[in-house]
């Protein structure tokens, strides 16, 4: 079970810090990733986590960081500069054994419940 958490309305240029806390399996064995979308819109790749190797989409690099804490079992986005185009549900998701490509959402088999994450001013 995955369950998201730290979303909630922010002004352009603040930040968030997004958690995703798992339950029945270990962070150590399953990469991790978080998605978002927007209304309209398909699901968007954000930030994959394995191990020590991050990777993250064009769009929030530099300004977005994915984190594990093993001891909480609880990944993390820790979102910076957030402008109206990061306005989303935002899903932390577990990587498949069958995983492609980290920016498929095909490639997961178990997602949170989603957290919104709203920018206006």
């Known amino acids: 079970q995955l369950v998201e958490s730290g979303g909630g309305l922010v002004q352009p240029g603040g930040s968030l810090t997004l958690s995703c806390a798992t339950s029945?399996?270990?962070?150590?064995?399953?990469?991790m990733a978080w998605f978002r979308q927007a209304p309209g819109k398909d699901r968007e790749s954000i930030a994959y986590?394995?191990?020590?190797?991050?990777i993250y989409n064009n769009s929030v690099e530099g300004r977005f960081t994915i984190a594990n804490d093993h001891a909480k079992n609880t990944v993390y986005l820790q979102m910076n500069r957030l402008g109206p185009e990061d306005a989303a549900i935002y899903y932390c998701?577990?990587?498949?054994?069958?995983?492609?490509?980290?920016?498929?959402?095909?490639?997961?088999?178990?997602w949170g419940q989603g957290t919104q994450v709203t920018v206006s001013s």
């Open positions: 986590i394995s191990g020590a190797y991050t």
């Open positions: 029945g399996f270990s962070l150590v064995a399953r990469p």
């Open positions: 998701a577990q990587e498949a054994i069958w995983a492609g490509h980290w920016k498929d959402p095909e490639s997961y088999d178990l």
